[in-house]
């Protein structure tokens, strides 16, 4: 008996850069077999369309009510603004709800670990009025996760890897 295909979306805040991935994974297609790549459910396959050209990756805001099985999130949003200064429209609430909340079973967050850190570090986590409370909160739940083993921190920095096989 063969397996159900895994679902598998790509989330990013930006819309140049889903455009991006989307003509990535039109090259990928082939490679991912036992993956189901995720389309909006509200995406309608044109008669005569390809399946290169239908859309893999989505912007946060237009996979909201979407789930998938697993869920990659590009958070590439690396800048040297001060601690709190620096999300833009990503220290919204709601964003973040439908960047978390998306997963059915594995999320895959990847960005700059050390800019998240550095946004929050003056966020006192008891303030639920501070707008970066939210993100506090993940950062706090996910050093826990980190520590306990439920979660898993990657270091791709180049560096980090040399001498590993």
Known sequence: MEADPIELALLSPYNQQVALMNRRLA????????MELKRDRRQRRRPGATETAEKFAHTVDSFQGNQADVIAVSLVRNNA?????GLGFLAEAPRLNVLLSRAERLLVLVGSWEFFERQVS????TDTTNTLWHWRKVIDSLRGWFASGQAT?????????????
Do not use: F, K, T
Not at 27 to 34: A, D, H, V, W, Y
Not at 122 to 125: A, E, F, G, I, T
């Open 81 to 85: 603004s001060l601690p709190g200064a």
């Open 153 to 165: 921190r990657v270091d791709a920095h180049p560096s980090a890897w040399r001498g590993r096989r």
């Open 122 to 125: 003056l966020v006192d986590p």
């Open 27 to 34: 090259e990928l297609r082939p490679r991912l077999s036992g």
